[in-house]
Nanobody, 123 residues
Framework: QVQLNESGGGWVEAGGSLRLSCEAS????????MAWFRQAPGKEREFVAA???????TYADSVKGRFTVRRTNAANTLNLQMNNLRPEDTAVYYC?????????????????WGPGTQVTVSS
């Protein structure tokens, strides 16, 4: 089992930055793929970014070049640095983890979820 808890959400003006953190506990954090998803009101949960145990990463096209995902295995922490934020980035952001070794881009492929943290970007 893996327990996840996000922090760092809040309100920011367009063009600003926020840094989300996800603290993990339970089974060995440094062996499992991790990801960030987001869900806006009335929309499906969508993939944002993912990383493998050794730091390989992949991003959604909508955030590429603006967001950076990074894990610190020694601290059981996953971060998402979000720069040049846009109003369309407004959503609840979720940290997720999955059993196995490879990254994935759909929510159904993830086994563990945090409760989420709200990010609001004003225009």
């Amino acid at each position: 089992q893996v327990q996840l808890n996000e922090s760092g959400g809040g309100w920011v003006e367009a063009g600003g930055s926020l840094r989300l953190s996800c603290e993990a506990s339970g089974r060995a954090f440094n062996t499992i793929p991790m990801a960030w998803f987001r869900q806006a009101p009335g929309k499906e949960r969508e993939f944002v970014a993912a990383t493998t145990w050794n730091g390989a990463t992949t991003y959604a096209d909508s955030v590429k070049g603006r967001f950076t995902v990074r894990r610190t295995n020694a601290a059981n922490t996953l971060n998402l640095q979000m720069n040049n934020l846009r109003p369309e980035d407004t959503a609840v952001y979720y940290c997720a983890a999955r059993n196995g070794l490879t990254m994935a881009r759909t929510p159904a492929e993830y086994d563990y979820w945090g409760p989420g943290t709200q990010v609001t970007v004003s225009s």
